[in-house]
């Protein structure tokens, strides 16, 4: 096991989120995969340019080595002139900035003074323009973790960049739907003692951003670069999280990796899908920066922080869910992780809430399992299931069934599952217990429950089976 203290490890964690509002210069909805087919494709060449320091930046400099032409697609319903480079921005997107000012309160950051756009080149292609628009929004944070307090230099707010579609030697082709969608970046000092230590401050800072109900969802909106060192060793940057669970094993395949090596320069690795990492480009620096020429410097008055509504932290409201409806603490998580509306389903239904809940979380998972249906339900599908509950049409036991049904696109046959009554569940048990003396519970459990597959609550076939068994 490697002494990550002896080693010197240094790392410092950059979490980028995906906010749910418009884009962030134009009015354009931020639908990051347009299901319509592209209607506009347009061709560039991009050139490096001096930074705000007079010099060019490195990593600008490699990247138009290249000499690659880009292309990009787009669709008229989520894209305009601002993603063509056509027309300035517009101000920027007030509902995206009122939810970093939520992140800049939550952990414990100054919230500038003066909101300043700057331009950050960027020649990969994944930006029309050559650049990416950012702004830091809050200063000198910190975080609670349980191996002591990390602090939060900066919080930016940022354009996400373009989607590459493929790549030869020749060209790169973009889609431009997620160009412009407002993104989130919370940087870290390099406090993170170990690889655990990372993950659970990435989870952390997840959690908070989660908690404002703006952060979007689904595979890229939530990802992490993890900047690491060593002993003797310059800073590498990791990109291309998007699993936490892969963080930890990742940054140790990687400080394998540099102790095996020397005299590295400071660089920019991808994280490949079998964990290790590859050369993406050399670390860019300060040159890239130069301030935006399009846009108005915000001021950031009292009045704009005060009408700002600090959240309830998700883990907060998750343990008052947990407590009003007396349900499993992961599944109250997971709920309002998944934004379910469980009051809606615990108000309008006579059903237990911890069976609702069982039903929403567990069992989609394991049809998911052992039927291999990967179709979500819809929530017409666990209203149908839990109207027939409640009228005693079948029992819970039959809900993987008929949901089963439901997904496969079949019109349950309810008939299939209708209950039994309890005078013959008891008749049956009696029966069953007086002729198979010396049968554990379990056994006789298994006998009742293949007689009456789905047609009897298990809670009540157990009930009745200990008032028999001696």
């Known amino acids: 096991m490697l002494d990550y ?33 592209p209607d506009i494709v347009i061709k560039r060449r991009l050139r490096s340019s001096e930074g705000e320091s007079g ?5 600008a400099e490699f990247e138009e080595s290249k000499n690659k032409t880009f292309i990009y697609e787009a669709c008229s319903t989520s894209s305009c002139l601002v993603e063509l480079d056509e027309t300035p921005p517009y101000s920027i997107n007030l509902e995206a900035l009122k939810t970093a000012t939520q992140v ?3 952990l414990n950051a100054t919230v500038v003074e ?35 307090k990390i602090k939060i230099p900066t919080i930016y707010l940022e354009e996400e960049a373009a989607k590459k579609i493929k790549e030869d030697n020749n060209t790169v082709t973009y889609r431009l739907d997620r160009l412009g969608v407002p993104l989130l970046e919370i940087g870290t000092s390099p406090d993170l003692k170990d690889p ?11 959690m908070i951003v989660k908690s404002t109900g703006k952060a979007k969802g689904g595979i890229g909106s939530f990802r992490q670069d993890v900047n690491i060192s060593i002993k003797n060793h310059k800073r590498i940057e990791l990109k291309g999280f998007q699993d936490l669970k892969s963080i930890p094993k990742v940054i140790e395949i990687e400080i394998q990796r540099q102790l095996s090596t020397k005299n590295e320069k400071p660089h920019v690795r991808k994280v490949e899908p079998n964990l290790t990492t590859s050369f993406l480009r050399p670390l860019p620096g300060a040159s890239r920066l130069y301030p935006e ?7 950031i008055t009292e009045e704009f922080l005060e009408s700002i509504e600090i959240p309830e932290l998700i883990t907060e409201r998750a343990i008052n869910f947990e407590k009003k409806y007396n349900i499993n603490p992961q599944h109250a998580r997971e709920i309002l992780r998944k934004n379910i509306p ?23 998972k394991e049809i998911k399992s052992r039927f291999n249906i990967k179709k979500e339900p819809k929530k017409e599908d666990f209203d149908f299931i839990l109207e027939n509950l409640e009228k005693q049409n079948f029992s819970r036991e039959a809900s993987i069934e008929v949901l089963k049904d439901l997904l496969e696109g079949i019109t349950p046959d309810l008939s299939k599952y209708s209950t039994v009554s309890l005078d013959e569940i008891e008749a049956f048990i009696k029966d069953l217990v007086e002729k198979n003396k010396g049968v554990s519970i379990g056994g ?17 076939a157990i009930k009745v089976l200990k008032k028999y068994y001696k």
């Not at 010099?55 to 990593?59: C, L, R, S, V």
């Open 104 to 106: 800049c309160k939550l």
């Open 5 to 37: 203290k002896k080693l010197g490890f240094k790392c410092g964690l950059e979490v980028h989120t995906q906010l749910n509002t418009n884009k962030l210069f134009c009015h354009c909805p931020s639908l990051v995969n347009d299901p319509n087919k």
């Open 114 to 148: 003066e909101l300043i756009v700057m331009r950050k080149i960027v020649l990969d292609g994944s930006n029309v323009s050559g650049f990416q628009r950012t702004a830091i929004v809050g200063r000198n944070g910190y975080l609670e973790t349980s191996k002591g």
């Open 342 to 364: 469980f009051d809606y389903y615990a108000e309008k239904y006579k059903v237990e809430p911890k069976f609702i809940a069982h039903l929403l979380i567990e069992t989609p």
């Open 293 to 299: 020429t399009d846009l108005e410097t915000i001021p």
């Open 196 to 206: 655990e230590h990372v993950k659970e401050a990435a989870s952390l800072i997840g």
């Open 444 to 460: 006789l459990m298994g006998d009742i429950m293949k007689k009456y597959r789905a047609k009897i609550d298990g809670q009540l």
């Open 55 to 59: 010099k060019k930046d490195i990593a």
